[in-house]
């Protein structure tokens, strides 16, 4: 991942990581905090029971997170926030003894992140600034700009629109059976997600693009191994 540099007239030059490089990143992402563990979750429901299905998304995230440290990979914030809700999720169907809560938490757990990008956006602290540089490394300097604390307010209140609409899409398909449920909450959700990341991308990217003292260029690809 490239990082921004400063040039001696406080100039600010953002190397935007190389396309295919983030969408592997979003790909590994997805996949690790939503298709594998749902799989995972479905399998194991239908072929034994509700105990072996919530330790085996419980093991999954611990096994993804353990491999990264192991390996001495970043853990990315979303990662670390997605393997709480997962955790949170598994939990709560084992207290309960029910399957329907591990779909179901998910959607409580929606509606508080709604909370709290809505909420991170009003009081000028968006967190939406945080997660970006699990993907762009940005310079401090960046964030005392009025027009860039705007866009990380906007994205916010964008991505919190959006877990406000995901859970009233996984509500939705709840109510129509269990198995539904756990298709939009590991496939749909995710892709309902990467067109949140991408139109969120798309508005910082014409905002910051306007900026007289930013200057936005695309990396070069990664060099094959």
Do not use: K
Request: hydrophobic share 55%; with cysteine; net charge positive.
């Amino acid at each position: 991942m490239h990082h921004p540099t400063l040039t001696s007239d406080r100039h600010l030059v953002i190397e935007i990581p190389h396309l295919r490089a983030t969408a592997s990143r979003a790909v590994v992402l997805a996949l690790e905090t939503a298709v594998v563990p749902t799989v995972l979750f479905m399998l194991l429901l239908n072929f034994t029971s509700l105990v072996p299905a919530a330790a085996g998304v419980l093991g999954w995230s611990a096994f993804v997170i353990g491999l990264r440290r192991m390996l001495r990979r970043d853990v990315p914030h979303t990662l670390l926030l997605a393997s709480g809700m997962l955790v949170s999720s598994a939990v709560f169907a084992l207290i309960t003894s029910s399957a329907a809560v591990y779909v179901l938490q998910p959607v409580v757990g929606s509606l508080l992140m709604f909370l709290l990008f809505v909420g991170s956006a009003v009081i000028g602290r968006p967190i939406t600034a945080r997660l970006a540089r699990d993907f762009i490394h940005l310079p401090a300097e960046l964030f005392a700009h009025r027009t860039v604390r705007r866009v990380f307010v906007n994205v916010a209140l964008m991505w919190g629109g959006s877990r406000l609409i995901d859970a009233a899409m996984t509500y939705g398909f709840l109510q129509w059976s269990l198995d539904a449920g756990l298709l939009s909450r590991g496939v749909l959700s995710g892709l309902f997600t990467a067109l949140t990341i991408a139109a969120c991308a798309g508005h910082g990217w014409r905002r910051l693009r306007g900026l007289p003292d930013v200057t936005l260029r695309m990396a070069r690809p990664p060099e094959p191994a």
